[in-house]
C-alpha cells in the first residue's frame, strides 16, 4: 500500500526566507510522486510531479522538488518566500499503470509574514 | 483555458436530505474524480471513474453514489444526508495516460453543511 506523509501541519516563514515543506512516501513499487497547491478558497493546482525522470524537478513560480530514494522523501523548495505563497500544499504518491489512485498528504499550510 | 466546474460552491442541508452534486468538464477527459477534504486529512477519494458508465469505490464510498452518463458530467449522491458529511468536496478530472501520469484539474469545490 502507498501512503504519504506530509511532517508539520503548519509552517511559517518571513518574506525571503527558505521555504522547505517536508513529504515522505511508502511504496512498495517505483513511485510517482506530486506536489499541488491550493490558494484560498480554490481548487488545487499542480506544481511538479516526479515521474523516474530526473530527480530534482523544477515547477511554477520558483519551486523546486527533489526525488531521494533512499530516504523516500520528496521535499519542497524555494528560495525566497514570496507572500503569494501563502497557501495550503499538498504532496501526492500514485504508481505508473492502470487506474491507480492518488493519494494524498494532510497537507501543510505555509503562512509568509512580512 | 481548462475548467472544471462545481454546480454549487456552498449548500446547507437538512439530515436526511438527498443531496446531488454536480461536475462538468470542458477538456474530454477520460478519469473523473470526488474527493473530500477534511482538515488534518488531507483529501480522500470517494468514487472515480475512468470512463462514461464507468465507476469505481475509492477509499470512503460509504454513505455516497455517483452517476456518470455522459463524458463531461460526473454526479456525487448523498442519499441521505448526515451530520458526519458536513464536508468540502472536491472534483478533479485528467486525461487517461499510461503510465498514470497525468495532472489532476480540479475544480473550485462544493462546501456542504448538513444541519
Known amino acids: 500500500a502507498q501512503s504519504v506523509t506530509q511532517l508539520g501541519s503548519h509552517v511559517s516563514v518571513s518574506e525571503g526566507a527558505l521555504v522547505l515543506l517536508r513529504c515522505n512516501y511508502s511504496?512498495?513499487?517505483?513511485?510517482?510522486l506530486f506536489w499541488y497547491v491550493q490558494y484560498p478558497n480554490q481548487g488545487l493546482q499542480l506544481l511538479l510531479k516526479?515521474?523516474?525522470?530526473?530527480?530534482l524537478v523544477k515547477g511554477i513560480n520558483g519551486f523546486e522538488a527533489e526525488f531521494k530514494k533512499s530516504e523516500t522523501s520528496f521535499h519542497l523548495t524555494k528560495p525566497s518566500a514570496h507572500m503569494s505563497d501563502a497557501a495550503e500544499y499538498f504532496c501526492?504518491?500514485?504508481?505508473?499503470?492502470?487506474?491507480?489512485?492518488?493519494?494524498f498528504g494532510a497537507g501543510t499550510r505555509l503562512a509568509v509574514h512580512p | 483555458d481548462v475548467k472544471v466546474t462545481q454546480s454549487s460552491r456552498y449548500l446547507v442541508k437538512r439530515t436526511g436530505e438527498k443531496v446531488f452534486l454536480e461536475c462538468v468538464q470542458d477538456?474530454?477527459?477520460?478519469?473523473m474524480f470526488w474527493y473530500r477534504q477534511d482538515p488534518g486529512l488531507g483529501l480522500r477519494l470517494i468514487y472515480f471513474?475512468?470512463?462514461?458508465?464507468?465507476?469505481e469505490k475509492g477509499d470512503i464510498p460509504e454513505g455516497y453514489s455517483v452517476s456518470r452518463e455522459k463524458k463531461e458530467r460526473f454526479s456525487l449522491i448523498l442519499e441521505s444526508a448526515s451530520t458526519n458529511q458536513t464536508s468540502m468536496y472536491l472534483c478533479?478530472?485528467?486525461?487517461?495516460?499510461?503510465?498514470?501520469?497525468?495532472?489532476?484539474?480540479f475544480g473550485e469545490g462544493s462546501r456542504l453543511t448538513v444541519l
Open positions: 478533479a478530472s485528467r486525461f487517461q495516460l499510461v503510465l498514470n501520469t497525468g495532472e489532476l484539474f
Open positions: 511504496s512498495s513499487v517505483p513511485p510517482y
Open positions: 516526479y515521474t523516474s525522470a530526473a530527480t
Open positions: 501526492a504518491v500514485t504508481s505508473p499503470g492502470g487506474y491507480n489512485k492518488l493519494i
Open positions: 477538456m474530454d477527459h477520460e478519469n
Open positions: 471513474s475512468y470512463d462514461v458508465k464507468m465507476k
